[in-house]
């Protein structure tokens, strides 16, 4: 089936989704393919989106592909393996051996955060693992913090979580202790560090209660903060030619990785209002040609 669609957007996420919203509204035929594997599908709720404060995960995208779907725009589960230009057109292979064609393509796919290499991290993220403080801090306001190192911007983000906790402490994980200013920063406002490799962290009744250092000791915590590193996998933008790439725009946590969910949703809507702009160039240009050409 030669399925073509003024635009295709990969990743149903906030950013996606709103891109597509704009675009159906727009009378355009969209198409988003989604993997089913959202950033934040750990973290319990979504904060600082104004008018969904407090709003699980799950749910926002699922009322985000209702409304999609008030204006004509297709939701389809599944991967999309290989991009490429041809013919004027862009033609998106799916997982499942089918592809599909599109005038403009939107590239929403996202990030995923790489976590420091202590055993049991992973399992507790977006719970009592936590990287943003406006995410998460309100939620931990006033526990037991450690501020795992993994990088020299440990010391800003313990600063950082000092909004929200009078009881800081960094595990420097093996790192060098902080000295003269950072070292001074830190006193002055309350934060200690704790030397030793962290060996794993302690889980008691499905919580975080601390970690266990090598050499048996358990500094005991109530939360833990990690410096994620998001990475995106840009196979499919290398191969269409780059973010500058014609035709193409590239959105949410793809192009900031640091962005909130509803910047992320700005940033979606932004870039479907600048396609059918776009497009509306495009076509207006075509009937110019063939109404000089039938004048002619």
Same mark, same amino acid.
């Given at each position: 089936m030669n399925e073509t669609y003024d635009v295709v957007v990969v990743g149903g996420g906030a950013a996606g989704l709103s891109a597509a919203l704009v675009l159906g509204r727009s009378r355009r035929s969209v198409l988003v393919i989604d993997a089913g594997e959202p950033r934040n599908a750990p973290a319990g709720h979504v904060h600082n989106y104004l008018g969904r404060e407090g709003t699980e995960p799950a749910e926002l995208l699922a009322l985000g592909r209702e409304e999609v779907g008030r204006y004509g725009v297709e939701v389809r589960a599944g991967r999309v393996s290989s991009a490429a230009r041809t013919g004027g057109r862009f033609a998106v292979g799916l997982g499942d051996g089918s592809s599909v064609f599109a005038r403009r393509l939107v590239l929403a796919n996202g990030v995923v955060d790489v976590l420091p290499q202590v055993p049991g991290l992973e399992e507790r993220f977006g719970r009592d693992v936590l990287h943003c403080p406006y995410c998460h801090g309100w939620e931990v306001a006033g526990l037991p913090l450690g501020v795992v190192a993994s990088g020299e911007e440990c010391v800003e983000r313990a600063l950082l979580f000092r909004q929200w906790s009078e009881d800081v402490v960094i595990l420097l994980n093996g790192r060098p202790a902080p000295q003269g200013e950072d070292a001074e920063r830190l006193a002055a406002r309350g934060i200690r560090w704790v030397p030793g490799r962290i060996r794993r962290v302690v889980v008691e009744d499905d919580a975080v209660s601390g970690v266990e250092l090598d050499g048996g000791e358990i500094v005991h915590r109530a939360a833990l903060v990690v410096?994620?590193?998001? /990475? !995106?996998? $840009?196979?499919?933008?290398?191969? &269409?030619?780059?973010? =500058?790439?014609?035709?193409?725009?590239?959105?949410?946590?793809?192009?900031?990785?640091?962005?909130?969910?509803?910047?992320?949703?700005?940033?979606?809507? /932004? !870039?479907? $209002?600048?396609?059918?702009?776009? &497009?509306?160039?495009? =076509?207006?240009?075509?009937?110019?040609?063939?109404?000089?050409?039938?004048?002619?």
């Open positions: 410096t994620t590193v998001p /990475t !995106a996998d $840009t196979t499919l933008l290398d191969a &269409l030619g780059g973010p =500058e790439a014609p035709g193409v725009k590239v959105v949410g946590n793809a192009a900031a990785p640091y962005a909130g969910v509803i910047a992320s949703a700005a940033d979606g809507m /932004t !870039a479907g $209002t600048l396609i059918n702009h776009e &497009l509306v160039v495009e =076509e207006t240009a075509a009937a110019v040609a063939a109404y000089r050409k039938e004048a002619a």
